[in-house]
């Protein structure tokens, strides 16, 4: 059973480019590592996952929610768009270090 899928997910902070074009899978019973260098966008992946970080770009489905990043004012969301957020932050965990 598919649990997130993100596609083309991109985050840029003016000119630094963050996430260019994630994609990825997660399946129930996956176990997934983000390594990385200091910097290189892994806790902002997370942070967009939960929209704690508005995308730029991509979409992301949590067991079903789909949100087109690039089509919805995730800036000023609608009530609908809020209530997806809201929906998709109950399902999912983060731990941070």
Known sequence: MKILELNKLEKSFGDNNVLQGIDLLANQGDVISIIGSSGSGKSTLLRCINFLETPDSGTI???GEIINCQKENLES?????QSKITSIRKKLGMVFQ
Not at 77 to 81: G, L, R
């Open 61 to 63: 489905n949590v067991l």
């Open 77 to 81: 969301p609608n009530k609908d768009i």
